[in-house]
């Protein structure tokens, strides 16, 4: 379990940055993809009981210039009803409404700016001024090179920089599993950023006994030079048999594949599943995607490990919870850490 410095510092009246992970789709007055949101309200909590300001940053989708339905704006309301006075400022406006009363001041979407992605120092001091401490709490967007992230966090000394609890609570689920594996291991990948995520699957070739390429990565140029490699290592690779296809795209496994992996499913100890087959909106085509997540309740698995936006809001959407099963908030940042890679925002703040 990593320590959290926060938890030691002298927070009355001080004004604390808080780079959170809050990419969610917004609907009218609900956040559908919430587990983020969630898991991001201790930490917001625990300032505010301490006495802290809280400069809260986020980025919605990826927008390259202003577009309203990213506009941070919308989630200042969600704030407000979980008991936060929550102000909203673009980066342009902070110097003056941060003389106004509030606990959290949340900044406009970061990626309306072309500076977050530039890793610009002018950028970082505008959106942390007159803060005294900076807390890294969203884990979904640690592998990313942004100037809300390391840049930012560099602003402060090392001892007034520090991860946050969703950031904790992400590590200690995470960290048996990145450090400790239970043999046999089954990493399960598919969904869109397919040339990514095969990238990331080349360092579990030395980790994991089994992987599975689903629809999003089987069907790719790269996947052929990744299954030739894969073959010299001791990996048992599983690639479907058939598809559920629409529109002549290939959308999930087949009946015939959960047929055949299902004797192996049940047998792993740990399972890591990444990319929601099937399309959240249309709940007829992600039929496959939760028959696996019942065989993952029924298997012997010690850990298992579901991540990414739309898969986890369709595991909370299922009921796929219990003791060994952990819905984590990131998606190939979770690839990344679990494979051994480094991640620049979790390192700078530990």
Known sequence: MKRIPMLDWK?????????????TKLSGTSVPHSLKFKRLLPTLAYLKK?????????????????????????????????????????????????????????????RFYPEEETNSRNFAHKITQ??????????????????????AAELFKPEKRSIGLLVAEELEHLQPVKKNPKQPYLVMVGGGKGEEKIKTLYHFL???THIALLPGLSELPEAYDFIQDAHKHSVTLLLPEDYVMID??????????????????????????????????????????????????????????????DTTFAAQQWHIHGEKIFLSTGGGAT???????????????T
């Open 11 to 23: 927070l009355m009246n001080k004004r604390v940055f808080v780079r959170a992970d809050l990419n």
């Open 50 to 110: 301490a006495g802290a300001q809280i400069t809260l940053a986020t980025h919605i989708d990826r927008p390259t210039h202003f577009q309203p339905e990213f506009s941070t704006r919308q989630l200042t309301h969600f704030l407000n009803q979980e008991g936060f006075s929550c102000l909203y400022s673009t980066p342009e406006s902070l110097s003056a409404l941060l003389e106004h009363e509030h606990d959290i001041m949340l900044l406009e979407n970061l």
């Open 130 to 151: 007159k803060c005294d401490y900076f807390v890294e709490d969203g884990f979904g967007v640690l592998a990313r090179k942004e100037t809300s992230h390391t840049p």
């Open 206 to 208: 030395d980790k994991a």
């Open 335 to 349: 690839l990344s850490y679990l494979a051994g890679q480094k991640l620049p925002g979790l390192k700078i703040v």
């Open 248 to 309: 002549d795209k290939k959308i999930s496994i087949g009946t015939q594949t959960l047929k055949q992996w299902r004797p192996i499913i049940l047998s792993m100890q740990t399972i890591i599943y990444n990319g929601l087959m099937g399309f959240i909106s249309e709940p007829e085509t992600t039929a496959m995607t939760h028959a696996l997540f019942e065989l993952f309740k029924q298997s012997e698995a010690e850990k298992i490990i579901i991540a990414g936006g």
